[in-house]
Every structure is written in structure tokens, then in C-alpha cells.
């Protein structure tokens, strides 16, 4: 990029980001329902967050500070390149620190740090229609939300019992959004099912390729699907963080050496620093300087 | 008292159908057909291919929008005009009333899914949610179809065909239906499997006291399931009775050849 003249804020033009709005505006008025949106090109491939970087792109003021996170890191090449591409078309400030940040776009996370009003979550969504891997017409999908003909959902759980015993949906786990619409909240693992719910943020979800928009207002109500001998369980690796000993974080394992060692950190890495700076220490971390 | 009550049940048709048709641009589907159903009553439509009886049954099940006529079936709620019905109310006849039994189990089941899946299907549509009530359902009802207990967790693709039309039977009738719709359900089955599955719908629809609509062009299948017989030809009803009057004593030409038509062996 050389002229940095030639683009508009934020890269999209004020008329696909009104286009954007209101299909945002409409998602916020009907939580979980699948809004269409003419999507756009974005300079980045599909399945890289072309969905979200364009709701981030709609949502954003000269004012905000941006958070990228990509699987809860900050440090990631997907989470970098988005928050260099907002540094460079919007001039926003950017953060690590989930309570500074105002706008904070996500792939596969909402981050440990409970969120607060004003705050805005982005998700980036590669398949936004729940029933798509049991119905795969489109036109069926469609029907079935206005009927509110939930019933294949459940067989999809259905089937994970009776294979494996249990409900072995880890991520991507169906949610009924104010007691209408099964909503898919992309691909974040069940433990963090529970925090979409009554969450004070506005949470906005976005999908490039399939061109859909989708929101959870404030203090929505998510149920994630379950069966009454089966409830729904939020699971993460039975251990506590290797770096900074929290026992109640969502954990990446992550393989040391060919041996097989292997260790379990925080995947919320503004979490991990945080608690790390604040004097906690696991087994196999170090001290930080406090900050 | 009890006699009267039930002999009050008796006179209020299941299904009454009037003037019902459907047209394809130009061509006849089906035009002009008048008849009504009581509970547990059995209806054979018989015809050629081309006959219009797969259009009827399409238009009866709300598959397909009829041009013009009345499909009126006694709800819960008293009689009601199918075909005027919002889609919502049609969906949920159609999976608590109502049952569809394919000709080819792959259109009526979900063939990436168990076979207790299969059958739990529609009582999670209604709002089941103890796993265990429902596996427990769908073992039952793969044992009155007669498929074994412990193939509960296979899919229907390892199935054989006569087992997966039973199983697309079992799936269908695990709600109680009133009303069951059949398009050929003997079809593409070999004859001593068909006779097994003949006698197995024989047996489900008189203990449940089903009422049950079948679309078939074999003769012997309406010759035992049926209670009543229509002819179609050309879109049209060409005869209608009691299914050994209609094939012992046939009226019409078209019924007269198609009786003369079967090899007797």
C-alpha cells in the first residue's frame, strides 16, 4: 500500500459500510437470525476472517482501540495481519488488553477477561447456518428457521451419544437464541458457551463467504441444546495452566519436544500475561516483571 | 352409550377430498378427484404410470399444491382445510398425524444417520429430549419391525433394502400417526421380502387402527392391505368400491384390463 490517500477509512466505502450497518442493526433486532449482506471482495482469502473484518470495518470510529485475537492469541499471523490491516487503513489504536479495547474482533474465542458494556465482539464465522452439515439445502435451512423446525439438531446430538457415549460436540455447539432461533456460535469451544449468554457486549458475527450477519445484543439468552440425561457440559483439559497456574481458563496443549512432553497454557494469551504479571506462576513459568 | 360414541367417530371422516386438481401447465395430474377416508380405513389407489396417483398422493401429503379443491382432515382441532393451511400447521400434521412412507427408503430416510437416529427423528421434532426415552422408543419400535436390537447404532446404508423400508415404516410410525401415505412401499423388493413387509404393514395397521392411503400399481398389495379401492386413468378416478368388488367384479375397461393383466402363477 503506498498512497494511503486513495482509501476510505477503514478500507470499505461509507456505502458498503451502511450497507453493512443495517444489516448489523437488523441481526441486533432479531438476535440470532442470519441477516444477508453483500459481502464483499477483502484483501485477504476466504476463511481468513473476510467476514469479520468487514463488520470490524463497519463497526469502527477514529476513536476506537482494536483487539485482534485469533484462537484467544494475539500473536498469531491471522490476528496480526488483521490488526497491521486495521493500523494501516483506519490509523485506530490498537491493544492486547481485552478491558482497553473497544472493538475487539475474534477467531474461535471470546476471551477470559468478562467483557463489559460499550465493548464490541466481532467473531469471524466460516459456516453460519447451524443445520448445514444435516440439511444441505439452503432453501430447506431457510424453511426450517421460520418453522422453527428444530428437531435435526437434536438428532445431531443424538447420533454423538450414541457413538460415542456422549455429546462430543466440543466447539461450534448449537445454541436457541431468546428462545427462537438455533444459532451456530462459530467455531468457539463449548467452554465458552456459557459467556455468550447475558454477556453485557454487543456480539456481532460475521461470515464473507456464506454473506451472512448475525447478533447477540446484550444480555441475550443462549441456551446451548442438550438432552435431560445429557446436559450440557462446558469442558476444557483437566489441568491448570502451565504458565500462569489459572485453573479455570480455556487450555491449549501444546507438544515440547519429540518425546511427548507436553504442557497446557491459557489460549487467552492477554489473560496468561496478565495473570503472569500479577505474580502467578505455574510449574513451568517464570516470573514476569510486574507491570 | 360407548357403541354410539364410537359409531359418531366412525361417520366423521379422517380425510374427505373434493374436487381436488392439479395440473402440469397444459397436462392433467390429477383432476376431479372426490372421495373420504374413515378411521382406519385403508385406501388402494391403482393406475398406470402416468395415472396421476403420485400427483394425488403428493397433493394429499401437501407435497404439492393443488390447483384447485378441498383436502379436509379431522385435526384435533375439528376439521380443516389442508390446503389453505399456513405452512407451519401443514409441517406439524406432518410429523405428528401424518406419516409418508417412501417408495425408496433413501427419500424418506436420513441415510448418514443411525437407525435409531432415524427413528428418534420425529419425537425430537415434538420435542423429546430424555436420550434415553428415545433410544428406548427406537429400540421398540426396530423390534415391531423386526430388526434386531443391536443393529440400533448402524446406519441405513448397511441396511438391506427390505430392512430399510422397514425402517423408513418404523421412523414414520413412532409418533402414532392417524394418517399414513404410501407410494409404492412394495416397490424395487423382491416378492418374499414384499411378502413380509405385506404382512407386517397388515398387522401395524390393524392393531393401530391406522387409516392409511396406498399408491401402488401391484394389485396383490391393495388386494390385501385395502379395504376400499380407486382406479385412476389419465388423471382421472375411474372406479371406486370395495376393493374384491372392484377387482373381482370390474366395471370399467381400463379396471378390466388391468385385473386381466396380472399373471396368475
Known amino acids: 500500500m503506498t498512497d494511503q490517500s486513495a482509501y476510505n477509512f477503514a478500507y470499505l466505502d461509507e456505502q458498503t459500510k451502511r450497507m453493512i450497518r443495517r444489516a448489523i442493526l437488523k441481526g441486533v433486532a432479531i438476535p440470532g437470525y442470519q441477516v444477508p449482506f453483500a459481502s464483499r471482495e477483502m484483501p485477504m482469502p476466504y476463511g481468513w476472517g473476510t467476514g469479520g473484518v468487514q463488520v470490524t470495518a463497519a463497526c469502527l470510529v477514529p476513536e476506537d482501540r482494536l483487539k485482534v485475537i485469533d484462537q484467544g492469541a494475539d500473536d498469531t499471523t491471522n490476528a496480526v495481519s488483521i490488526r497491521r490491516f486495521f493500523q494501516r487503513t483506519a490509523g485506530v489504536a490498537v491493544t492486547e488488553a481485552t478491558e482497553e479495547a473497544t472493538v475487539i474482533q475474534t477467531r474461535h474465542r471470546i476471551p477470559e477477561t468478562p467483557l463489559t458494556e460499550g465493548q464490541i465482539l466481532v467473531y469471524q464465522v466460516p459456516i453460519p447456518e447451524p443445520l448445514r452439515f444435516l440439511e444441505p439445502r439452503e432453501t430447506e435451512t431457510r424453511k426450517m428457521h421460520e418453522l422453527e423446525d428444530y428437531g435435526l439438531m437434536h438428532v445431531k446430538l443424538y447420533e454423538d451419544i450414541s457413538r460415542h457415549g456422549q455429546i462430543a460436540t466440543a466447539y461450534d455447539y448449537p445454541v436457541k437464541v431468546e428462545g427462537r432461533y438455533v444459532m451456530d456460535p462459530s467455531p468457539i469451544p463449548k467452554f465458552d458457551n456459557p459467556k455468550l449468554v447475558g454477556n453485557a457486549a454487543i456480539q456481532l458475527f460475521g461470515a464473507g463467504r456464506e454473506q451472512r450477519i448475525y447478533a447477540l445484543p446484550p444480555y441475550s439468552e443462549a441456551i446451548s441444546l442438550d438432552f435431560e440425561d445429557y446436559p450440557f457440559a462446558a469442558s476444557k483439559a483437566d489441568h491448570a495452566c502451565d504458565l500462569c497456574a489459572a485453573p479455570d481458563s480455556y487450555l491449549d496443549e501444546v507438544i515440547t519436544d519429540d518425546q511427548g512432553s507436553r504442557m497446557f497454557v491459557c489460549s487467552d494469551t492477554d489473560f496468561c500475561a496478565s495473570r503472569r504479571k500479577a505474580g502467578h506462576v505455574g510449574p513451568m513459568g517464570t516470573p514476569m516483571a510486574g507491570g | ?265
Open chain 2, 1 to 265: 352409550m360407548d357403541t354410539s360414541i364410537w359409531a359418531k367417530m366412525k361417520t366423521q371422516p379422517l380425510l374427505s377430498v373434493r374436487d381436488l386438481s392439479k395440473f402440469y401447465g397444459g397436462r392433467i395430474g390429477c383432476a376431479d378427484v372426490n372421495f373420504d377416508l374413515f378411521p382406519g380405513e385403508v385406501l388402494g389407489i391403482v393406475g398406470e404410470s402416468g395415472s396421476g396417483k403420485s400427483t394425488l398422493l403428493s397433493c394429499l401429503a401437501g407435497h404439492l399444491a393443488p390447483d384447485r379443491g378441498e383436502v379436509i382432515f379431522a385435526t384435533t382441532e375439528g376439521p380443516r382445510d389442508t390446503v389453505l393451511m399456513a405452512e407451519a400447521a401443514r409441517r406439524r400434521l406432518a410429523r405428528t398425524d401424518w406419516a409418508y412412507v417412501h417408495q425408496n427408503p433413501r427419500d424418506g430416510l436420513r441415510m448418514g444417520v443411525s437407525a435409531g437416529g432415524n427413528v428418534g427423528e420425529r419425537l425430537m421434532a415434538v420435542g423429546a429430549r430424555h436420550y434415553g426415552q428415545i433410544r428406548e422408543a427406537a429400540v421398540d419400535w426396530l423390534g415391531r419391525v423386526e430388526i434386531a436390537a443391536d443393529r440400533v447404532d448402524d446406519r441405513p446404508n448397511a441396511f438391506s433394502g427390505g430392512m430399510q423400508q422397514r425402517l423408513q415404516i418404523a421412523r414414520n410410525l413412532v409418533t402414532g400417526p392417524r394418517l399414513v401415505f404410501m407410494d409404492e412401499p412394495t416397490g424395487g423388493l423382491d416378492v418374499s421380502v414384499q411378502a413380509r413387509l405385506l404382512d407386517l404393514l397388515r398387522g401395524l395397521v390393524r392393531e393401530m387402527g391406522l387409516s392409511a392411503i396406498i399408491v401402488t400399481h401391484d394389485l396383490a398389495v391393495v388386494r390385501l392391505l385395502a379395504d376400499r379401492l380407486m382406479v385412476m386413468k389419465g388423471g382421472y378416478v375411474v372406479e371406486q368400491g370395495l376393493t374384491d368388488q372392484v377387482l373381482d367384479d370390474p366395471q370399467h375397461e381400463y379396471t378390466q384390463l388391468l385385473v386381466s393383466s396380472v399373471l396368475q402363477v
